[in-house]
C-alpha cells in the first residue's frame, strides 16, 4: 500500500516572501500522479498543483511550483510571493495510475501568512 | 456550475441513530466519489461511482455504511447505528471522466458529522 508523509504539521511565511512545503510517499510502482490540495477554512479541497511520475519536468501553476525528486520519492511545493489568501491545509496526495481518483492523502500541514 | 454542493453541513446525532448525507455532483459529471476526513488526519477514500454503478468500496466502509447513487445524479451516504468512531466530516467529490486520465476532482465543502 502506498502512504504520504508530511513532516511538518505548521509552517509560516511571511507575506511576499517564499516557502516550501515537504512531503514524501512511498510507492512499489513506477508510474502514479502526485498532487497538493488546498483546504482552507470553508473545508472545500482545492487543487493545487498536478504531477505526473513519468514527466520529469518539474510542474508549475503561477506562484506554485513543485520539485519532483522521484528516486528520493519527495514532492515539495514552493509557493512564491506568497499571499494571505494562501493561508490554508496544505494536503499531498498519491494516486496510481489506471484506477479511479482514489486518492491517498497526507496528514496535511497548516501554512500560516503574517504581515 | 455551482459546484459540488452536499448537505447538510453540519449533522450532531446521539449513538446508535442513523443518518444520511447527500451529494449533488457538478452538473454530467458521471464520477461521484465519497471520503472520509477524521480530526487532524487527511481524507481517507470511502467509495466511488461511475454514473449509479458503485465500482468500488474501501474496507472502512463497514456494513452499517451504505451509498446510493440512484439515477447517476446526486448521491446518498447512509450510517446506520452511529457510533463515536464515526464522528468526522465526510467529503464528496465529482469528476468528468471522458476519455483520459487527467481526472481532475471537484470537492464539496463536506458534511461534519458529530457523534454523542
Known amino acids: 500500500a502506498q502512504t504520504v508523509t508530511q513532516s511538518q504539521p505548521e509552517m509560516s511565511v511571511q507575506e511576499a516572501e517564499t516557502v516550501t512545503l515537504s512531503c514524501t510517499y512511498d510507492t512499489s510502482e513506477s508510474d502514479y500522479y502526485l498532487f497538493w490540495y488546498k483546504q482552507p477554512p470553508s473545508r472545500q479541497m482545492i487543487l493545487v498543483i498536478r504531477?505526473?511520475?513519468?514527466?520529469?519536468q518539474n510542474a508549475t501553476e503561477n506562484r506554485f511550483s513543485v520539485n519532483f525528486q522521484k528516486a528520493a520519492k519527495s514532492f515539495s511545493l514552493k509557493i512564491s510571493d506568497s499571499q494571505l489568501g494562501d493561508a490554508a491545509m496544505y494536503f499531498c496526495?498519491?494516486?496510481?495510475?489506471?484506477?479511479?481518483?482514489?486518492?491517498?492523502f497526507g496528514t496535511g500541514t497548516r501554512l500560516q501568512v503574517t504581515l | 456550475d455551482t459546484g459540488v454542493s452536499q448537505n447538510p453541513r453540519h449533522k450532531i446525532t446521539k449513538r446508535g441513530q442513523n443518518v444520511t448525507f447527500r451529494c449533488d455532483p457538478i452538473?454530467?459529471?458521471?464520477?461521484l466519489y465519497w471520503y472520509r476526513q477524521t480530526l487532524g488526519q487527511g481524507p481517507e477514500f470511502l467509495t466511488y461511482f461511475q454514473n449509479e454503478a458503485q465500482l468500488e468500496k474501501s474496507r472502512l466502509l463497514s456494513d452499517r455504511f451504505s451509498a446510493e447513487r440512484p439515477k447517476g445524479s446526486f448521491s446518498t451516504l447512509e450510517i446506520q447505528r452511529t457510533e463515536q468512531g464515526d464522528s468526522a466530516m465526510y467529503l464528496c467529490?465529482?469528476?468528468?471522466?471522458?476519455?483520459?486520465?487527467?481526472?481532475?476532482?471537484?470537492f464539496g465543502s463536506g458534511t461534519q458529522l458529530s457523534v454523542l
Open positions: 496526495a498519491y494516486r496510481s495510475t489506471g484506477t479511479a481518483s482514489k486518492l491517498t
Open positions: 467529490a465529482s469528476s468528468l471522466l471522458s476519455g483520459s486520465t487527467n481526472e481532475k476532482l471537484f
Open positions: 504531477q505526473e511520475a513519468y514527466k520529469q
Open positions: 452538473s454530467e459529471h458521471n464520477r
